[in-house]
């Protein structure tokens, strides 16, 4: 039987960076590493959300993305 393992979890953050000439948004986006296993999204909204706010762009958005492997 397969199992998947837990590797590492990196939280996103994303900013609105203005437009181009074209009309299109910029998006800008900041990654910060070795999130806990175990966070709860009420803390990791909370954690990202604050360090969003020391931005000079407006934030619009966090993720949580996970890496795992698939054992057998």
């Not at 900013?15 to 948004?25: A, R």
């Amino acid at each position: 039987m397969a199992t998947i393992e837990f590797r590492n979890a990196v939280g996103k953050v994303y900013f609105d960076g203005g437009m181009t000439e074209d009309g299109k948004m910029i998006r800008k986006s900041k990654s910060y590493r070795n999130i806990a296993e175990g966070a709860t999204a009420d803390n990791l909204h909370k954690a990202l959300t604050q360090l969003g706010q020391l931005s000079e762009y407006p934030l619009i958005g966090a993720e949580r993305v996970e890496t795992a492997d698939i054992m057998n």
